[in-house]
């Protein structure tokens, strides 16, 4: 438990730092002149698509090196980054210390995921991934609590903001004050004990944890195999060169074509950049790892549940990143709420309701566990069933209580399924692939979910308000209108459920089905 309780504090602080923003926008927005499509860039796409292309390496290193380094190195690293997000003054600038928030962040869960794998029992995994996770609603409602109060504090010092020292507005001074933990944070990690990996399921590494040679060298051949260009020079040197260099550069024009048409259309040309780039570095990634490392791809791409499940969550990750991200913007523009209040009732509700959903939903799927292999996915789908009508009715409600009391069902049933998500990435994986199949599951809901989610919704309540609606009508038909994801997510969670037993009775004969070599290093 006491390990556990650092990465309980690892998700709070990376949460304090994302869900701040909710409280912090409107104070943002008016003084860096921003629009609501470019507060959701910053939002969800700034953090998400660095995140997503440095997870991959530091993934790797996660797999190969000591994890409690890893992670303490991470947090060190995004900390000094959120400092540095108080010193922006452009949305140039806000977004380049974002994205280096996302890199900080990028090797995370990867190595705590794996951790936990090692730390305890198969029996026991969802409910302390669950634990672990449940740090994300507790971070989310103490950094909403906390920027309202950074806030009213400091506009009540400092009525007239040219009085302030250096000038400082209450949204700069709020990041300074949630940088502050992350240096303890980060030594309390790296004076934890590394476990040995596989102990749990018999498949001990020959190689100690924190033994492999020359670790900085594999993940900088990670990175080198994601980046544009530099991608194609390990593929190069395998057969069938020419053909896989095509194919790369196919679906980088593909890529590129696809971003200039929605450049057009939107207007939003950082927005579609950075999707593209993230999206064309992880194709780049998958055929490099299906040349370097067959069976590793064969377990995480080619496994039907895992596809299906992944791509199901990011459709739900897009719905609850744009409400996470919009509700206290809505709560202030529809029903004048305050930054403050908002800020302190959400608060409440997302560490209350948060907690007790993650705890519940992987308690639930331990205890269903025993009855059927499908439980992660029927509590991921009962999660769902349970937060589309809280949606429509939050969205609807006659009055702030009333809002505010159907936002906490809608995050209640939300967060059910945050633990479950890790663990069904993990038990479909040998132990040796855990922090690439990890990171691989972030990577799809974080591009194709969080990256997407709260720029489009921004977006549609942008058109809406250009053609003369009420801002807070105009958001609230952003938010409903996003929210139809909803429908495909619940059909490829459903899809993922019909293929779970098959696929976990092939998990050795798709680790080991590519040749004597890679059948002796699938685990």
């Known amino acids: 438990m006491y390990a556990l309780s650092a990465f309980v504090l690892v998700n709070v602080f990376a949460f304090v730092d994302r869900q ?251 927005q579609w950049i950075a999707v593209a780039v993230g999206v064309y570095c992880v194709a780049t990634w998958l055929q490099n790892l299906a040349l370097r490392d067959p069976a590793a791809f064969a377990m995480i791409v080619k496994c039907r549940t895992l596809t299906f499940a992944n791509l199901g969550v990011a459709a739900y990750v897009f719905v609850i990143a744009g409400i996470a991200g919009w509700f206290v913007p809505f709560m202030i523009r529809a029903y004048d709420a305050t930054a403050a209040e908002a800020g302190a009732i959400v608060g409440v509700i997302l560490a209350a309701c948060g907690l007790f959903g993650n705890v519940l939903g992987g308690a639930l799927a331990d205890i269903l566990e025993r009855r059927t292999d499908r439980a992660k996915i029927y509590v991921m789908l009962l999660s769902l069933a349970l937060a589309a009508p809280a949606i429509v009715t939050m969205l609807h409600a006659q009055s702030k209580m009333e809002a505010y009391s159907l936002f906490g069902i809608f995050y209640f049933a939300a967060t059910l399924w945050y633990g479950i998500g890790p663990a069904l990435a993990n038990s479909l994986v040998t132990p040796r692939v855990r922090g690439i199949s990890t990171a691989f599951y972030l990577i799809v809901f974080t591009l194709l979910g969080a990256a997407i989610g709260p720029y489009t919704m921004g977006f549609v309540s942008d058109s809406y308000a250009a053609s003369g609606v009420d801002a807070g009508e105009a958001l609230r038909k952003g938010i409903l209108l996003g929210s139809v994801m909803l429908v495909p997510a619940g059909i490829l969670l459903s899809l993922a459920a019909v293929f779970l037993p098959a696929d976990q009775a092939a998990l050795l004969d798709r680790a080991s089905g590519f040749g004597p070599r890679q059948a002796r290093v699938a685990c």
């Not at 507790?138 to 007239?160: E, F, S």
């Not at 260009?229 to 593909?254: D, K, Y």
Request: proline share 6%; aromatic share 10%.
């Open 20 to 270: 701040i923003l909710a409280v912090l926008a409107e104070d943002i927005k008016a003084d860096l002149g921003l629009s609501d499509a470019e507060l959701g860039f910053i939002f969800g796409t700034a953090i998400s698509v660095f995140y997503v292309i440095f997870s991959i390496p530091l993934a790797r290193l996660a797999d190969v090196w000591t994890r409690k380094n890893v992670l303490a190195g991470c947090v060190a690293a995004w900390s000094a980054m959120i400092f540095l997000t108080g010193c922006a003054r452009s949305f140039v600038s806000f977004a380049v210390f974002r994205a280096g928030v996302g890199v900080g962040e990028a090797g995370c869960w990867p190595a705590l995921m794996s951790l936990i794998a090692d730390y305890f029992s198969p029996r026991l995994r969802s409910t302390a991934m669950s634990i672990a996770a449940a740090g994300v609603p507790i971070g989310g409602g103490l950094g909403l609590l906390l920027g309202g109060y950074v806030l009213d504090a400091w506009h009540g010092l400092y009525p007239d903001p040219a009085n302030a020292p250096l000038g400082l507005k209450g949204w700069q001074v709020a990041f300074f004050v949630v940088a502050v933990p992350g240096p303890f944070l980060a030594l309390w990690l790296w004076s934890l004990r590394e476990p040995q990996r596989g102990q749990n399921e018999g498949l001990v590494e020959a190689v100690p944890s924190g033994a492999q040679p020359r670790p900085f060298v594999a993940t900088i051949t990670e990175l080198a195999a994601t980046l544009p260009v530099l991608s194609l020079v390990p593929m190069s040197r395998h057969a069938g060169a020419a053909r896989r260099i095509i194919l790369n550069l196919a679906i980088a024009f593909a890529l590129a074509g696809g971003a200039a048409g929605l450049i057009a259309v939107t207007g939003s040309p950082a």
